[in-house]
């Protein structure tokens, strides 16, 4: 019956998927068959992308087919891959918008994955359009099908239409935005329609049925075409032009459809009046589509059809039944009939469907599950926490009081056991020596992190600089999103580590200060036993004490503490090992509630996994600090059995430093260690956040220059100076010769207001040579009501003489530059024309009306009238 529109499809850029992909997943899967599942997947997605976009596409539906595969695996990895922080940057073209010879046609780049699907679904609208198009609407297979794909590409348009701004952020490219989408998928719907139309006509559906259907489909056709002449911005489209006489053209056909099969039914129901007036009606609309859009639909077998009916229906009523014909406006409103809707877009639409990234988290899960292990590392932090700050006191409560040692040392010569065992722990560790290499070693590892960071900002910051240098020099036109609020994360993560790194500085100064404190004490340590022997001062004692009730008793409450210190020790073994997974718990929730309560899933678990280990260690704390208390109480009875004199004083002295210089040591020794292992952690995780700054601002640089060259090309492509309109006096002004002026060019002007004038006469046959030598020299005339002919400086006359006619002065342009008697008439400075040894025009003859212009007054310069 009529053409069918099709909408083209959008052309991408080729974009690197797998760098960036590949990135993440060996940055965030430890090496194993998990990491190369996933890293093959992302080979297989970047191959999918370019069968989708990097080729033309059959108007085929197993094109289509990759279409949405494509689009459903985009929704598939959307919540799977952190897209904001890889910065991939997806550039498309306008797909109406076909540009200029030197501009180009309309792009954007955004590094967006919801431009990417917006932009893919639009792709899959544009295809299906293209294919229901193709198909053979003369069987039944044809008719389906086409109706199938008109129907998704209206539900495709549709979508993006409710989807389109919040997806970007921005303002979209005119062929993605929601008005254009929208009028859009109103064509496709009202084709839809007009193929069920074209079904039940050749299923010779009941008139009735195919007159409501048709006159749906005129309504639909109708909004359509509305949308199209009202939207401000879609006309300028060549595309839309081509469009708005078609579906005009098909708003006529459809209603004259309607009418003629409502006419039959009028036959039916013995209303012959009724169906004459309807046939009519029909006429008219099949003539006006014919008369104004026969370039674009043919309607010659729908009108014969109607004046066939007509002409029989005529015939009838003027034989047989005298039928009044009512007014067309009089006429029952035809019903309306819809049996098409725009198909839903839910992931996937593709049957086919597979994700290649099945196995993988989605992101949400992802940070709920990072969330949940910082949780259970502070619970594990807090307990092993507590249980070695109760290690620590109990040794220095013990070093204070000078146990074991003062037990052991009763002889008062020999350097007690407990104080071998600890210089032989000393010396085994690496001593004096280990402590100072580790501790020279912090500055260089704490220097490195800071020049990883400084380097990560400094990036930012210089890339920022530029996108404001550029903001304001072009001001509105650089419409991409702000540097400083793109990097907010970004420096909110770098403050963090600024804040880190400070922190660490401070817990390696009380490490050396507390080196130096013990510095000494730990040197003894490291020497033989000769020499500990002999710098550890000698006591005689005044009694022995071996035996006596007090020492049994210590020893005693010195062993109970040594076992609750074991305790310790397993329980903390027992803490580290506690292992789960919460992943399958925030799947559960996000697939049930759509959302994850991390801190509440998380904490019932920890609950449950660590409640009886905390408890284990509160009682483990209850005991050792009942234990202290009286090991203190007796250590006051033993020093109250020992004899006090200097020596001794000095003997213990000396023992409770050196059991405190192990003490420090081991802790000093486990603290560097730790601040060593701390910095090279904090590298790798700075290098990974150097490689995200990079990344954003490599994309970024890409994103600005994509930019650069269009703006370059919409100026190139700007008028350099406003539009304006050339006065006639200086748009035909003819170069003059070098014998002298030429003729004048006797060019029309046909001002749109004034009718035609009469035909000219012949000019008179006249000679230059007689002109030049009966040509009299003008002189002043005085002025009168008349306005006397202007006469012009003694000059050579150039051609005959023009006559004037009344009412239409100055119908035969003349060159301004020696044209006397244009002036005044359309408001155009007088501008004569002289040279040397040339005669003036000759005067008018007396007989004839004189022009109503103002006289120039001979032999005076040029000059222009007050107006």
């Known amino acids: 019956m009529a053409t069918f529109i099709s909408v083209p499809l959008k052309k991408s850029s080729e974009v690197d998927l797998v760098k960036p992909l590949s990135k993440f997943v060996t940055s965030t899967y430890p090496p194993g068959e998990e990491q190369t599942e996933y890293l093959r997947a992302v080979e297989e997605l970047n191959k999918l992308r370019k069968s989708a976009l990097g080729r033309p596409l ?11 595969r494509y689009y459903d695996q985009l929704c598939a990895i959307e919540p799977k891959f952190p897209f904001t922080e890889l910065c991939l940057t997806f550039t498309w073209k306008d797909a109406f918008d076909k540009g200029s010879l030197f501009g180009g046609s309309v792009k954007l780049a955004l590094a967006s994955v919801g431009y990417e699907k917006t932009c893919v679904l639009f792709n899959v609208g544009a295809l299906a359009s293209q294919i229901a198009a193709e198909q ?11 109706a199938k794909f008109y129907q998704l590409a209206s539900g495709a348009f549709a979508h993006i239409k409710d989807t389109v701004l919040s997806a970007l952020n921005r303002e979209p490219t005119m062929d993605i935005s929601p008005e254009t989408v929208g009028t859009l998928s109103q064509i496709m719907l009202s084709q839809a329609q007009e193929v069920f139309v074209l079904k039940a006509t050749a299923d010779k559906m009941k ?130 009939a819809s049996l098409v809707k725009a198909t839903a877009i839910q992931t996937p639409v593709s049957q086919k469907f597979t994700d290649l990234f099945e196995k993988m988290v989605p992101m949400a899960v992802q940070q709920s599950v990072s969330a949940a292990n910082s949780r259970k590392a502070d619970t594990v932090n807090r307990l092993i926490g507590s249980m070695r700050e109760a290690t620590n006191l109990c040794n220095g409560v013990l070093a204070s009081l ?60 210089d890339e920022e600089a530029t996108d404001n240098e550029l903001r304001g020099k072009f001001n509105q036109r650089w419409n991409r999103t702000p540097s400083g609020d793109l990097y907010k994360p970004l420096r909110a993560e770098g403050n963090n580590f600024c804040n880190i790194l400070d922190k660490a500085v401070q817990a390696d100064q009380v490490v050396r200060e507390r080196y130096t404190a013990h510095c000494e004490m730990i040197t003894l340590l490291c020497k033989s036993e000769s020499e500990l022997s002999a710098a ?26 040594d076992e609750v210190k074991r305790e310790r020790e397993v329980l903390e073994g027992e803490v580290k090992s506690v292992t789960f997974d919460m992943t399958a718990k925030f799947l559960t929730a996000l697939a049930q509630d759509g959302a994850i309560n991390e801190e509440a899933l998380t904490t019932s678990e920890l609950d449950t996994r660590y409640g009886s280990h905390t408890q284990r260690v509160q009682q483990n704390l209850r005991r050792q600090e009942e234990l202290l208390s009286q090991i203190q109480v007796s250590h006051q009875e033993f020093s109250a059995l020992k004899q006090s004199n200097s020596e001794a004083n000095n003997r213990e002295e000396v023992l409770k430093k050196l059991a405190s210089a192990h003490d420090s040591y081991i802790e000093i020794s486990s603290n560097i260690k730790e601040g060593t292992k701390f910095y090279n952690d904090l ?117 005959p003489p023009y006559p004037t006619y009344q009412g239409y002065p100055g119908y035969y342009q003349i060159p301004m530059a020696y044209n006397p008697y244009a002036y005044g008439q359309f408001n155009m400075p007088y501008m004569p024309y002289q040279a040397q040894g040339q005669a003036g025009y000759p005067g008018a003859p007396p007989a004839q009306q004189p022009y109503p212009y103002p006289q120039q007054p001979p032999q005076q310069q040029p000059y222009y009238p007050q107006q």
């Open 58 to 68: 059959d108007k085929h539906e197993s094109s289509l087919e990759i279409l949405l």
């Open 136 to 146: 053979n609407l003369d069987n039944d297979e044809g008719l389906k099908t086409a």
């Open 207 to 336: 008139d009735a049925i195919v007159a409501k259907l048709a006159n749906q489909a005129a309504d639909y056709y109708g909004d359509a075409f509305k949308q199209c002449q009202y939207r401000e911005n879609l006309p300028k489209y060549f595309y839309f032009q081509e469009v708005l006489p078609v579906l005009a053209a098909k708003h006529c056909m459809m209603q004259a459809t309607a009418e003629l099969h409502q006419s039959a039914l009028a036959n039916q129901k013995k209303k012959f009046g009724e169906e004459i007036a309807r046939l009519q009606h029909a006429t008219e609309l099949v003539k006006t589509a014919a008369s104004r859009y026969d370039e674009y639909v043919n309607v010659k077998d729908l009108s014969d059809k109607i004046s066939r009916a007509l002409t029989a229906a005529k015939k009838d009523n003027d034989f047989i039944y005298h039928d009044r014909v009512p007014e067309v406006k009089d006429l029952e409103h035809i019903g309306k």
């Open 402 to 461: 000078n146990l074991p040692a003062a037990l052991e040392d009763l002889s008062g010569d020999a350097v007690p056991q407990s104080i071998l065992e600890k210089s032989r722990a000393v010396v085994q560790q690496g001593g004096l020596q280990s402590i100072e290499q580790l501790i020279k070693d912090l500055p260089e590892l704490l220097q490195r992190n800071r020049e990883i960071l400084d380097e990560s900002l400094k990036i930012l910051d």
């Open 536 to 561: 550890i001062p000698s006591a005689n004692p005044a009694k022995t004490l071996q035996g006596s009730e007090v020492v049994n008793v210590l020893r005693a409450q010195l062993a109970q503490l």
């Open 683 to 799: 590298t790798e995780i700075l290098l990974k956040f150097q490689n995200k700054c990079s990344d954003i601002v490599f994309a970024r640089k890409t994103e600005r220059d994509e930019l650069l060259k269009e703006l370059q090309q919409s100026i190139a492509r700007e008028p350099s100076a406003p539009s304006f309109n050339v006065p006639s006096y200086q748009s035909n002004t003819p170069a003059p010769a070098s014998g002298g002026p030429t003729p004048a060019p006797r060019t029309v002007f046909q001002p749109q207001a004034k009718p035609q004038p009469p035909a000219r006469p012949p000019p008179p046959n006249i000679t230059p040579q007689a002109a030049s030598s009966s040509a009299p020299v003008s002189t002043p005339m005085a002025p009168s009501s008349t306005n006397p002919p202007p006469v012009g400086p003694p000059s050579q006359a150039q051609g």
